[in-house]
């Protein structure tokens, strides 16, 4: 699931493409707006709220996606070939006389009132990205299941919106603790979201997420997707687990030696 840098990379680009200008095309290729027509109407802005994305659309329309594990957007000059992904994996053509947006396998895409935004992005704590970026209320929201893991707790878009497994796993190696320490113990967590801000906003703008500082292929990270291989601070095997509600389990990276906590259940 990609993290919500990229999400505000996406919409960037899709903004840059699409905003203030009008759609010439639109085919929307899921079934509830296979009859929808946005042709002739013209986008007023792209919006990323964590990992979501609100493409507002003259006439109070906002067209929601979310990408989670395998969606995208890419965007093509006009007439260029688009390439990649095969054909019947499009589920949305957005164009305009410059520019063509297409959407890849996105599992979410709905047409909702500008005006009622809250019906899909409401529940969405703090984001990390956005204006209403509040640290004290992400604190606050983290810190409401005291016994909760700190590695769920940071994936609930509830409580902050816009980590995802990358970064959960990066920041509980740079707090030194394990995944599965409850939040109650985790020292400073005030200190926690300031550095996973810091850490997002660092990257919203590039290519991939470097935590270690270090743009060297294989060097950008400091445990994440380093499964049986040594920890860059050191040289511990880095070690892996699933974690998470059952049907929801994400691979999670750590470092036996560099972090405290509980280890995994049942190891």
């Known amino acids: 699931m990609p993290e919500g840098d990229t999400v505000w990379l996406t919409a960037r680009r899709l903004r840059q493409a699409l905003a203030g200008r009008e759609l010439t095309r639109t085919d929307l290729r899921v079934p509830r707006l296979a009859t929808t027509d946005l042709t002739g109407c013209r986008v007023e802005d792209v919006v990323p709220r964590g990992k979501h994305l609100l493409m507002r659309v003259e006439g109070g329309w906002t067209l929601h ?31 305009n006389a410059d520019s063509v947006a297409v959407g890849y396998r996105l599992p979410v895409l709905e047409l909702v009132k500008t005006a009622q935004e809250d019906t899909a992005v409401g529940h969405l704590g703090p984001d990390l990205l956005g204006p209403d970026w509040d640290p004290a209320e992400a604190v606050r929201r983290l810190l409401e299941d005291p016994g909760r893991t700190v590695g769920e707790a940071l994936l609930d878009q509830r409580n902050l919106a816009g ?25 400073d967590p005030g200190r926690m979201v300031v550095l996973a801000q810091e850490l997002l906003e660092a990257n919203k703008a590039r290519h991939g997420h470097v935590t270690t500082g270090d743009l060297r292929r294989g060097r950008t990270h400091w445990v994440y997707n380093r499964a049986h291989r040594p920890c860059l601070r050191c040289g511990a095997l880095v070690r892996t687990a699933p974690q998470g509600p059952v049907g929801e389990q994400r691979v999670t990276y750590w470092c036996p030696s560099c972090q405290n906590g509980p280890p995994p259940p049942g190891s």
């Not at 990408?67 to 589920?91: K, T």
């Not at 190696?173 to 939040?183: C, E, Y």
Request: aromatic fraction near 10%; glycine fraction near 10%; include cysteine.
């Open 65 to 95: 996606s979310h990408l989670r594990m395998d969606g995208q957007w890419r965007v093509y000059p006009a007439g260029e070939r688009w390439h990649g992904s095969p054909q019947h994996q499009i589920r949305a053509i957005l164009a």
């Open 163 to 187: 980590i995802g497994n990358v970064y959960k796993s990066e920041l509980c190696f740079l707090r030194g603790v394990t995944p599965w320490t409850p939040m109650s113990e985790v020292g």
